[in-house]
């Protein structure tokens, strides 16, 4: 309709600027006309312009915006999908760790003519870099660098020292993980097998045995023997560990057999977790001699061994057969939101050359700091005679390392951010027999340590 009456306008427009000069209207009146024509069709045109505005919608209206907010997101998502899949599969991980270090009231030797020794302080660093990659469920691969002394097995500690020279990197484990489940018709979680140079996968309460830095080599299978919890009895596992520490081209070599049954089970609030393990040293003389040309293992031999006339190290005195017990009880938020947890460690040297074959050690620790302005408290007291374990594998930080040491550790952590925790921790230890020439003064060994972890 609305086209029409333009066009009838347009038609009348066309008559009347035909008409001559002498006709019904003057020239005067056919221009009021055009521009009463003129005027008329600008105000229809803003009233069509109007009705195809509302004919659209807001939806129409808004489509161009809500195009451009979705093409970020498709930006996105098409980054994320032009990543190879096998990326996914790898998860770093790792921490650094600054500690200051002080050595206070040290041992000296009675034939020093009394001299004094003084107050010993270091700072040292440890960083620590791993990548796992898991190809399924079933298999998947470890690697692990880290800093320290390459001839240290029991930690990954640098001093900073050597007039800025460059740090250590090692590699610290590298191994195989094979997890057989639904591809071979096992229960998944059954069996787990690591291979190479990996973490102690047994369960522990402390280092009196095996320090925490200790990657042992070779073999180790972990067995779930239960599908779900069974009572009281959330699961039992079996740990069966094959170590090997030298190899020998024309004779036998050494190793560790051993193994360990770890039962979890809870007793109302009260989660409880064993171990209780057997460890047989093949050729364990072998690491003995080690310390004639490895000066930090040198420095934790502290069992009985035997020299030869030109004082070298042939072996050790006796050998290692050991029986090791360890336990642990949590009550869960004990305080607060804080878990409270005691626990024990025993073990026990079968072929000890003397009495001196038994280590013990007991603690408490109240909290577990998880976010900020969290903290834990802990003491502990270990006892830890000569022979009773290795030396070279034991806790590096108590005392100064090695066996023949006893006494108290208190320590307090505190988490100033989620991913950094400050630590304070005091050693107070002596001999339990004093070697001789040696007094047996109590030595106190602080540490205040800041590590971040991710």
């Known amino acids: 309709m609305r086209r029409r009456n333009v066009g009838a306008m347009a038609v009348a427009v066309s008559i009347a ?14 221009l009021r006309a055009l521009e009463n024509l003129v005027r008329e069709q600008q105000e229809e045109i803003k009233q069509l312009r109007g009705e195809l505005r509302q004919q659209k919608g807001p939806s129409d209206t808004a489509q161009a915006p809500a195009e451009e907010q979705a093409k970020p997101a498709e930006k996105k998502a098409t980054a994320a999908a032009s990543l190879p899949e096998w990326v996914n599969k790898f998860t770093p991980f790792g921490d650094v760790r600054i500690r200051q270090e002080g050595f206070y009231n040290q041992p000296k030797s009675k034939t020093a003519g009394g001299s004094p020794i003084h107050a010993r302080n270091r700072t040292r660093f440890r960083w620590r870099l791993g990548l796992k990659y898991a190809y399924s469920e079933e298999l998947g691969a470890t690697i692990r660098l880290a800093s320290g002394n390459p001839d240290d097995p029991i930690s990954t500690n640098e001093t900073l020292e050597g007039n800025f020279t460059r740090k250590n990197v090692n590699l610290d484990w590298a191994y195989l993980t094979v997890a057989p489940g639904k591809s ?18 047994m369960f522990r309460v402390s280092e009196m045995v095996f320090d925490e830095d200790l990657s042992p080599e070779g073999f180790n299978e972990t067995i779930e023997l239960l599908g779900e919890p069974v009572g009281m009895l959330d699961q039992v596992k079996l740990h069966a560990q ?48 080690a310390a004639n040309d490895n ?94 374990v290795i030396g070279t594998f034991a806790w590096s930080d108590f005392g100064n390392g090695g066996t023949n040491q006893q006494g108290p550790v208190i320590a307090l952590d505190y988490q100033l951010f989620k991913p950094l925790t400050l630590t304070a921790r005091s050693y107070f230890t002596k001999f339990i027999d004093t070697p001789e020439g040696t007094d047996n003064r109590m030595q106190v060994r602080l540490q205040v340590d800041a590590q971040l972890r991710f």
Do not use: C
Request: glycine letters at 12%.
């Open 242 to 289: 094959q170590w090997t520490f030298e190899e020998i081209a024309n004779a036998q070599d050494g190793w560790m057999f051993g193994g360990q049954v770890n039962p979890i089970a809870h007793v109302g609030d009260v989660q409880l977790e064993a171990g209780l393990g057997q460890y047989w040293w093949l050729n364990s003389d072998f690491i003995a001699q």
């Open 184 to 201: 071979f018709g096992i229960r998944p979680g059954l069996l787990t097998i690591n291979a190479g140079k990996f973490p102690n996968p």
């Open 17 to 30: 600027m035909t008409l001559p000069a002498g006709a019904a209207m003057t020239t005067e009146q056919r």
């Open 295 to 388: 000066s930090v293992i040198r420095g934790f031999t502290t069992n009985l061994v035997d020299r030869d006339e030109d004082g070298e190290i042939t072996g050790f005195t006796g050998a290692f057969n050991q029986t090791h017990f360890a336990l642990a009880a949590t009550i869960a938020n004990a305080a607060g939101a804080m878990p409270l947890r005691f626990f024990g460690d025993y073990i026990y040297n079968w072929e000890a050359p003397d009495s001196d074959a038994h280590g013990a050690l007991g603690g408490v620790r109240l909290g577990s700091p998880k976010e900020a302005g969290d903290f834990a408290a802990s003491l502990l007291y270990e006892y830890l005679e000569r022979d009773a």
